[in-house]
């Protein structure tokens, strides 16, 4: 089984290249945020934690990290106990998190088969790119904001119509990347630290290009 882990700031093609991997390898592909959208849509209106949390969340700011690993892993422990790998994209998303998190990830499938790659965006490209970024409403499949997408209204891969999240706007876009400079990047010096190479990937090149430059780091 493999694991495979995509960091990088917003808009960096995290989703899109877990899929591709995911479908290259017969993994599961978990997305953080959709983990995190679920429990709020499902979440009880009085629980205090869960609006404190909710707010944080359509701030642009990054959850409590102690609930985000919590949720992050019962999720992959279910997953691991199906005998299947997984491609996690936007986790971990701070030093709290890979700290818990990581040590579990290579007790369940071994140091030599976890992946990490690092897609790299500058702040402006990724104001550009999630300021008309669309996702599909059935299964939040990204729909990137270039121009061969630009005529698209149903997500090509569920046939769902096409949508705009509230969080994909200018103001909050810079708060998130902020927040990944400061609280997600250090995870890097984390994850040298325990002997990862951590494969960096230019994120600015056309989609396919980014998936050419990860595939071709596997012999299969």
Known sequence: MRLIIFIGPIGSGKGTQAEVVAKKFGLIHIETSKLLEKKFKTADPSDKKMVEQKALWHAGILNDPSWVTEVLLDEAKKIAGEGKGMALSASPRTLFEAEKEIPVFEETYGRDNIFVFNIALSEAESIKRNSGRRICEKNRHPIPNFPEFKD????????????????DNPETIKIRYQEYLNRTEPILNYLNGRGYNILKINGEQPIEKVSEDILKNFND
């Open 152 to 167: 698209l209204k149903i997500c090509p891969e569920d046939g769902s119509k096409l949508i705009t999240r509230a969080l």
